[in-house]
């Protein structure tokens, strides 16, 4: 038998190589993140260093992007004002792609949104970033749609028989004589990634008067167009990460909250939901550093800096929450404590009116800023015409807004004196052609 201190010293042995086997595993863990946090800083060093080299060579022979009439249109319906003189000394341009326009859904203004053809029109007006609201179908698949039950008015899915006759809730035609309204309810989750793939995008849109499906498939509003919504090409998460990658633009998806309930079918839960998106930006080779991924539920917020710290660090908030319960700095240091670094709530909740009726930053907007967090909002161009006030996104700024001109005045109160880092917009040129102009 062996003598107690013969056991003892190979106890001991044993003990310190489980021990040196474990701090390995972490050193060569902790030396993985740091040599890919190399990597992405090589990388982002070589993509800043090629746009540069583009940019001059680009301003050099007077090229660049092209946006179209209506930020020129915007600036000449502005009233005068030295912002108005400001905007309108950049006409000649060059513009340039810039972080600052954020495509929201593409540019759902004219195309319809979520959509190849969307999300193409916004890169050629210099949108940095490109948005895919992501949603799940009936095969667990991830794909890019505002609400996982906008089907019925985003795509053409009532008018194929086969698929309509899977919807959640068929098509309901209106009925004038007791004022009920057509309807109809048609999720993702309804169908197969393969049926989805074969519908066509249209402008988000119902005519709820409609005793048809024709009818109500055609309820475009009037200040938005049919021009290019012939058929939208759709798109799963996984198709809008190559389509981006192609386009050269970043990416900030939206986790949309689930229409069914979850844990759906009974095992595939919210967290499963929330890694999968997460892992399909690991599986395409997504730096970390060019993904902002968005929730309005906190618990996905939570649960992205907890488990993917590192695409955690640049997670958004969306923040809908009722602002006289939020703004205070107590409130917004809370958020920093939790791991939040940016905030993303409606133009709205930033901004207020002064005795003067001059627009200034909200007290959600200056506490904010002094917990230290960013700010991105949205939506601009989303509420139409702006000579009756601007409507829901215009709320707190109602009394100063009457013409289309005005969204470059609450634009220029962001950024200079709220200072976001970004907005989406219906039409990035917009947004563009404001950045560009400021240098932002």
Known sequence: MKSVSAVLRSMLTITLTV????????????????????????????????????????????????????????????????????????????????????????????????????????????????????????????????????????????????????????????????????????????????????????????????????????????????????????LSHKESIDLFKELRVKFTPELKSPSVEMPYEGNYTQQDYAQQMIDEYKEAGVPHRKVWAQSFNYEDVKYWIENEPRFGKQVVFLDSRNPAEVSSLTAMEQLVADGVNIVAPPMWMLVNLDAENNIVPSEYAINAKAAGLDIITWTLERSGLLKDGGGWYYQTTTEVINNDGDAYQVLDVLAQDVGIIGIFSDWPATTTYYANCMKL
């Open 19 to 234: 021990i040196v086997a474990m701090v390995s595993a972490q050193t060569w863990a902790d030396n993985d993140d740091k040599n890919d946090d190399k990597n992405d800083d090589k990388k982002e060093q070589w993509d800043k260093k090629e746009h540069q080299q583009w940019y001059k060579k680009g301003k050099k022979r007077g090229q660049g992007y092209e946006l179209g009439p209506r930020p020129f249109y915007l600036v000449e319906d502005m009233e005068p004002s030295k912002l108005k003189e400001k905007l309108q000394s950049c006409e000649k341009g060059p513009f340039y792609k810039t972080d600052f326009s954020i495509g929201h859904r593409g540019a759902p203004l004219q195309f319809p949104e979520h959509t190849k053809e969307s999300y193409e029109a916004a890169a050629e007006m210099g949108a940095g970033i490109m948005e895919c609201d992501v949603t799940f179908t009936k095969d667990r698949e991830l794909v890019c749609r505002h609400s996982q039950c906008d089907l019925h008015t985003t795509t053409n899915i009532l008018a194929i028989p086969e698929l309509a006759a899977k919807c959640t809730t068929p098509f309901t035609p209106a009925d004038p004589v007791n004022g009920t309204p057509a309807s109809a309810k048609c999720c993702t989750s309804d169908i197969t990634l393969a049926e989805f793939k074969s519908l066509c995008g249209k402008m988000d849109a119902a005519n709820p008067a409609a005793t048809t499906v024709e009818e109500y498939l055609d309820g475009t509003a009037s200040w938005r167009t049919d021009l290019y919504s012939t058929c939208g090409t759709v």
